[in-house]
């Protein structure tokens, strides 16, 4: 069995697959078939307990006493769709994720056999989960672990995934009466149960910029740009990127005539999250050279990346399967006096700069987890943009929770 951690995935060894979700607290779990634009066809793609079946997917009930779960039988998907999302929220009303752990098991439906679990990490104020997508890849179905939280309970997962909803109150002791939310024109109910009061519904974001809860594109249509949280995967016409790259980091000094020295480094785990080695400007090359660092910039003067660490990606060995690229003030500068913070993935044969991710906030810490590498299981590498503050001066201090942030 796998231990999932957020951006990874696996090939299904099972046609029918069953995904349940348990926490100390009840939970609601719903799933929802996604076309190729990643939003539902109608109000029959949205499963739940009171709709609780759809093509090829159904909702399982267990009756208080067992997890809710998601059964997908893939041989009876239909070819329209692309991938089923299952989602999770809180049974009581307004309920959020702090101090709840909530965990997804993948199994064979038919066995009950288990397949890999995820448990999302850093959960706070979300009030609704996306926890795990069933999708197809070139005729094969795999799973992938997302973890995507929403502070606007099941609405807001709706709303991403192109279905309009609104509030219609009902009777909490007659949950019969509750009818399923209907996908866009024809706007119905949602669950009252996890749904809060709604505000007028945003307009749908463009297409060229992939929503957070789905948020993966790949290299084909030149230079990426990514907001926080949202993931590439290093794939250009079919094939993974597999050659050198360089992660280039850099920065200003928030205030004209101040020098800022900060450290960018990066940081290798095994698929277990176990810390391997870590690349910086003590230790300029790491896992048998696959990874070297270009040495230390003490004032962040000047045009240009800062500081370098260039990565063979195909060099870089199986038991490592993270890679967390992190930026540290060693003298005790906060984040608040540096200024166009970036990172961004160039591909080292020809200079193309491939992917930019620049910190759109800062705040009064000594480090910052910039943007990590994922191997999946097929061999490709996903990137996705990070931006989270840590107290930390030195990269020793970033391995724990960055080891938490996988």
Known sequence: MTAMTPGSNIPLSAVRV????????RLDVSGLLLSADGKVRSDDDFIFYNQP?????????????????????????????????????????GQSFQGIEPTATVRDADTGSPLATFTPPRLGS???????????????????????????????????????VEEEPAARAA????????????????????????????????????AASSGKINLDKGRVSLQKNQTVSLVKGGRPLLSQVKMGLGWEPAFRGKDIDLDASVIAYGPDRKHLDSCYFGKLSILNGAIKHS???????????????????GRIPAEASGLVFTVNSFTG?????????????????????????????????????????????SGEWEMTAMGEYVKSRTVRGMVKPASAAL
């Open 18 to 25: 069953a995904v349940d979700v348990t926490a100390p607290v």
């Open 53 to 93: 079946s759809g093509p090829g997917v159904t909702y399982r009930s267990g009756g208080g006493t067992a997890p809710d779960a998601i059964v997908v039988d893939t041989s009876a998907v239909p070819p329209g769709i692309e991938k089923i999302v299952v989602t999770a929220s809180p049974d009581a009303a």
């Open 126 to 164: 979300e009030t609704a989960l996306v926890v795990i997508e069933v999708y197809r890849r070139q005729g094969a179905w795999k799973a992938r672990a997302v973890g995507q939280g929403y502070a606007n309970g099941l609405a807001g997962i709706a709303t991403d995934f192109g279905v309009t």
């Open 175 to 210: 949950p019969p009466a509750r009818q399923a939310p209907r996908a866009h024109p024809q706007p119905a109910a949602v669950d009252p149960r996890t749904a809060p009061p709604l505000p007028p519904m945003p307009p749908a974001p463009p297409a060229a910029a992939p």
């Open 295 to 313: 040495g230390d910039n003490l004032t962040g003067e000047g045009a240009g990346d800062d500081e370098v660490i260039v990565v063979d990606l």
């Open 333 to 377: 500068q906060k984040f608040t006096e540096v200024a166009k913070a970036y990172c961004r993935l160039i591909d080292a044969a020809t200079g193309e700069e491939l992917v930019r991710f620049e910190l759109s906030n800062t705040e009064p810490q000594t480090g910052v987890m910039m943007a990590k590498l994922i191997r999946q299981f």
